[in-house]
Nanobody, 122 residues
């Protein structure tokens, strides 16, 4: 099976930086889209950033210019560099990945990590 394991969350002051990592392991033939979502207390989960297999990226408006998503294909890992953090960036951050388990798999399956807490507070 497939597991996604996130790391890098924590407590940071406003204006600070954090880098999240998410490593996929298990039965993986290829990974298409990878992305980061977040969920603040009392709010719905929202897309933060996503990256395609060829490196095209997309960001929600509130993080453009501050966050950068990247991936290491050889390591099956996606990263989220977060700079100039604001209190409104606080939440649980989840990664996802669309994975095919073999060369004969037609449709990819979306897997999710368990989430990592990011708290921006003075």
């Amino acid at each position: 099976q497939v597991q996604l394991v996130e790391s890098g969350g924590g407590l940071v002051q406003p204006g600070g930086s954090l880098k999240l990592s998410c490593a996929a392991s298990g039965r993986i033939f290829s990974i298409d889209h990878m992305g980061w979502y977040r969920q603040a207390p009392g709010k719905q989960r929202e897309m933060v950033a996503q990256i395609t297999s060829v490196g095209n990226t997309d960001y929600t408006a509130s993080v453009k210019g501050r966050f950068t998503i990247s991936r290491d294909t050889a390591k099956n890992t996606v990263y989220l560099q977060m700079n100039s953090l604001k209190p409104e960036d606080t939440g649980v951050y989840y990664c996802n990945a669309d994975i095919k388990g073999s060369s004969t798999t037609i449709l990819s399956t979306r897997y999710w990590g368990q989430g990592t807490q990011v708290t921006v507070s003075s």
